[in-house]
Nanobody
Framework: QLQASGGGLVQPGGSLRLSCAAS????????MAWYRQAPGQQRELVAA???????TYADSVKGRFTMSRDIAKNTVYLQMNSLRPVDTAVYYC?????????WGQGTQVTVSS
């Protein structure tokens, strides 16, 4: 089970830190990713980490978002800075184990003044 948390309402230019904790299975050393889905939009990749720790970002968040992982805590994080209204979405994390992709429930991020 993946538990995402840390969402909320923030003003433009503000910051939030999302967490995704895995329970019941080890995930933090596996490929993991953050996605988001805005109303009426398709789910899109925000950041992804390989099992070896290589992290890539969507162009729209490069320089503003940072993904990190704590293997001991079996948790990944998404630090989001300089937030914009267009970042408003439900954010999801996933974990890939073999051919199975596990998804957490989403956490709502709303960027508005």
């Amino acid at each position: 089970q993946l538990q995402a948390s840390g969402g909320g309402l923030v003003q433009p230019g503000g910051s939030l830190r999302l967490s995704c904790a895995a329970s019941g299975r080890r995930c933090s050393a596996n490929p993991m990713a953050w996605y988001r889905q805005a109303p009426g939009q398709q789910r899109e990749l925000v950041a992804a980490a390989t099992g070896g720790g290589l992290i890539t970002y969507a162009d729209s968040v490069k320089g503003r978002f940072t993904m990190s992982r704590d293997i001991a805590k079996n948790t990944v994080y998404l630090q989001m800075n300089s937030l914009r209204p267009v970042d408003t979405a439900v954010y999801y994390c996933n974990c890939v184990k073999g051919t199975v992709v596990y998804w957490g429930q989403g956490t709502q991020v709303t960027v508005s003044s």
